[in-house]
């Protein structure tokens, strides 16, 4: 079912961890903790989330997206994990196979902030899509799995001084969102500085103060 939003800028964000082993008990996810430590940080505007936690099953994922999207009503959909070449790596093709639009600029800009610190960032293959029903929009996103990836592809990264060296792909996401018909996010810019053109930009009303 559908929820509600407490504002009309209320970002919805659904969070996917997938991991057989997490999944399944085995061990603590590390996923969503960080996905959710992010977000608190780097949104300023108003957001709630839901979670999910399934194991590397292509049904699962694509079911669990569906949901997101057409029944929960997110704007954003974030995964992480499955994005390698084993076997049982299918975060890929489940999100492809939702998918109404592939958005391919940002798997090759995960893939080259990544890039920077190991070669076998190649072997990585996140995708990003829209998924479009009658009467909503959704960007669905996949990240790596470790907290430490999940950060530098969010927020990109930056030198000694504090000027960025590689941009995230999380400075895209707000625009994409105002293009596909969702709320206006606002961010924190010493967290994630978002872009957009100027004619896109919300004009505050200023403070009587």
């Known amino acids: 079912m559908r929820a509600s939003r407490t504002d009309p800028d209320e970002l919805l964000i659904g969070l996917v961890s997938i991991s057989d082993r997490a999944s399944s008990g085995v061990y603590q996810d590390q996923g969503l903790p960080a996905l959710e430590e992010w977000f608190s940080r780097a949104l300023k505007s108003p957001w709630r989330m839901e979670t999910r936690l399934i194991a590397d099953e292509r049904d699962a994922i694509s079911k669990a997206l569906i949901e997101l999207v ?29 998918a109404t639009k592939e958005m391919p600029g940002f798997g090759e800009q995960m893939r080259q902030i990544s890039l920077h610190f ?18 909503h929009a959704a960007l669905i996103l996949n990240l790596p799995g470790q907290p430490k990836s999940i950060r530098e592809t969010l927020e990109g990264l930056k030198d000694a001084d504090g000027k960025s060296v590689v941009g995230g792909i999380f400075s895209a996401v707000p625009y994409c969102i105002d293009l596909i018909g969702g709320p206006y996010i606002e961010t924190d810019e010493t967290v994630c500085k978002a872009f957009r053109p100027k004619s896109a930009i919300r004009n505050k009303t200023p403070d009587p103060t």
């Open 118 to 135: 190991v070669p076998t960032a190649i072997l990585s293959r996140q995708v990003a899509v829209i998924r479009e029903t009658q009467s």
């Open 70 to 98: 057409d029944e929960a009503g997110c704007d954003l959909v974030v995964t992480t994990g499955g994005t390698g070449p084993a076997r049982r790596d299918v975060t890929p093709e489940a999100t492809l196979a939702v």
